[in-house]
């Protein structure tokens, strides 16, 4: 018996970024879109790191696109008028998302990685993903976009993982009782402490002996292969 059957899972979502491929290489992705607008992308990701660190393990009410680019703007200009937050939106796609996602087109996912989703979809395991960034074509470049019904992004509602907002909506979407539902990340207080206190199981990839409170800690997709099964 593996830790689904021993554990009544009848759902497993994973994070994307660090998850199905190394981080690094989104690393790289953002940094080089971000290039020709140095500044911004600074002061960008400072507010954005803000905004995560100040939700931190709290439900919050979702923030419409408005909301959370007035918030951005805030803490990157400390103004927030309708003119300021258009531009912001507008930088924001242009410098981030549009640069972004053309650059995974080439994106490739670990080994077994599909193998373990094969699996879980003749066990008839309801799949999702949970990303932070907009998903956009990163699971159709790695092949594996047909496994899941559920796609979701922090982005739609302005609040970052670890955050329990992200996670709340996830199981809504799941439909069934938290504890049925495994969620697989690779970032120990973003993933594995977030969807915890949500309420969710939790399998953590990771090369170091840290675990957490993760209920799987695991070094490649062949070891969670084995331990799901």
């Known amino acids: 018996m593996g830790f689904l059957d021993d554990n009544s899972i009848k759902a497993v979502a994973f994070d994307i970024d660090g998850t199905f491929y190394p981080l690094w290489k989104t690393q790289l992705r953002v940094a080089l879109a971000s290039l020709s607008s140095l500044p911004f992308a600074v002061n960008y990701n400072k507010a954005r790191q803000r905004m995560r660190t100040e939700d931190s393990f709290l439900s919050l009410p979702p923030l419409s696109e408005m909301e959370r680019g007035e918030r951005m703007c805030r803490y990157m200009w400390n103004r927030s008028d309708d003119g300021d937050i258009e531009f912001?939106?507008?930088k924001e796609k242009k410098v981030f998302f549009s640069r972004y996602e053309k650059s995974f087109s080439s994106i490739k996912a670990y080994d077994n990685v599909e193998n373990v989703l094969e699996k879980l979809e003749k066990r008839s395991i309801k799949m999702g993903v949970l990303s932070d960034f907009p998903i956009g074509s990163k699971l159709k470049a790695m092949g594996i976009d047909r496994f899941f019904t559920i796609q979701l992004s922090s982005e739609d509602w302005g609040r970052y993982k670890p955050c329990l907002t992200p996670f709340?909506?996830?199981?809504?979407?799941?439909?069934?009782?938290?504890?049925?539902?495994?969620?697989?990340?690779?970032?120990?207080?973003?993933?594995?402490?977030?969807?915890?206190?949500?309420?969710?199981?939790?399998?953590?990839?990771?090369?170091?002996?840290?675990?957490?409170?993760?209920?799987?800690?695991?070094?490649?997709?062949?070891?969670?292969?084995?331990?799901?099964?």
């Open 88 to 90: 912001f939106l507008q």
């Open 168 to 229: 709340e909506m996830l199981i809504s979407k799941m439909d069934m009782d938290p504890r049925a539902i495994l969620y697989v990340g690779d970032s120990l207080r973003k993933d594995i402490e977030g969807a915890k206190r949500a309420g969710l199981r939790t399998a953590l990839l990771s090369k170091k002996e840290e675990s957490g409170s993760a209920d799987i800690v695991f070094r490649d997709w062949s070891e969670l292969d084995r331990v799901l099964f």
